[in-house]
């Protein structure tokens, strides 16, 4: 339930944003995040980003969320709510 | 700093060895519980070295008279549950949100949709269920305030949210406790920062080290706990700079301080741990559902052979309780850990219960 993913933001308009992770876009809060801009990556938790992260940090995540994309019958678990619009 | 593989499991060895006796880490994250289920570490990992699967979801700690209130308030036709996805499972007194066929119940994937619920329904009362630690809470405390801005009479919130290191302390000051370590969670400590750890440090000597998700971050973390156990000097450090940082997230804590305080709430198989949960400060009475509704809070029964509570505290393991795997399964979960996919249960059910360590 604590599981933030990396994403960068696309579209700022004050605290609303657009995050993007791995082709995956949807709106974000940067609320809590008041110096992100345009272009950064953050880590994102319920809809809201929770801090900066770092380039190298962000890849290292996408990259293991993409080895755990397997077949719907096969998702592993724990991952298969894996919150694209943020989760709890 | 993260390890190679290699390093991490040689530097394991070698303080294991030097520590020499048994030891017992435990992980305060339901996330890390499942991605070291997922990683294969739990069989990986030097014989005197046991991993303990604490009260680190969210979902699991959250005490059965919480889901009893939901279960009253979706009784009446004005109410519209605003939820995460991970409640509608959790049994209560006289079953769940989702084995009651309870309509009025939307799943949102955030407290700002939440709050669009309530604008969009002008004639229903939105009662957000308001779950999760340090790493939620925030988000809870900007819909309130979002609410306050759109000047909205029907959105309010039923505050469950839990507070980490209170219930590291409370695990630490019990009688019975085998922890001789903890792995701190990744993302609560982006908010609260490593530093909230160690007053747990300086009281009780045991190591705190926040570790990342990742295996290597895990394994990383591991190796440094027992670099300081061989070392018999136990401090805060964190394998993930990277985001965690000493301070955390300010702006997320002001708005905790601004919105919340902490009391000494009910959690689910801990019982009342002091100030360790939060509620809303009184000047926001109007956005919480207890006092909105004129509910009072009364502890659930536990469920009859159900062991949550044991496994929350790392005192047993999940095959120990006899219900594991034979009528508490993850299709018809009895009890808590084996509903969330986050739970201990739920992870040894479905990573190989046979794949225990020794203790």
Redesign the interface.
Known sequence: MCLAIPARIVQLDGDHAIADAMGNRWPIRTTLTPEVRLGDLVLVHAGYSISTVEEEEAKETWELLKQIQTPADKIPSGFEDLPMGGGA | MTLDLQTAFARMNEYCGKIGRPIQVMEV???H???I??GGIRTLLPTAFKLLSGP????CVTDQSYIDVVLKLVQRPDILIAT????IRVPGSAGSLETLGIRSVQVV?????AVQLARKNPKKIVVFLA???E??A??TA?AIAEAERLELDNFCILCGHKLVVPAMNALLGGMNHRIDAFLC????S??IGSDAYRPVVERFGVPCVVA???PLQILSGLAEICQQLADKRPRVASVYQ??VTPQG?R??QN?LTQYFEPYDGLWRGLGRISMGSLRLRSEFREYDAMARFGIEEVPGKEMPGCRCGQVLCGLIDPPECAMFAKVCNPDTPIGPCMV???GAC??WY??GHSRSNPS
């Open positions: 994250c339901g996330t519980t499942v991605s289920f997922r680190g979801c969210p979902v995460y996805g991970d409640m994937v955030s407290s700002d949709d779950v999760g630690f790493t939620t925030p988000a900007v969670p990744g993302h609560v982006v908010i990342g998700f990742e990277a985001v997230n702006t997320a708005l969330s996919s986050e739920s992870a479905k990573y």
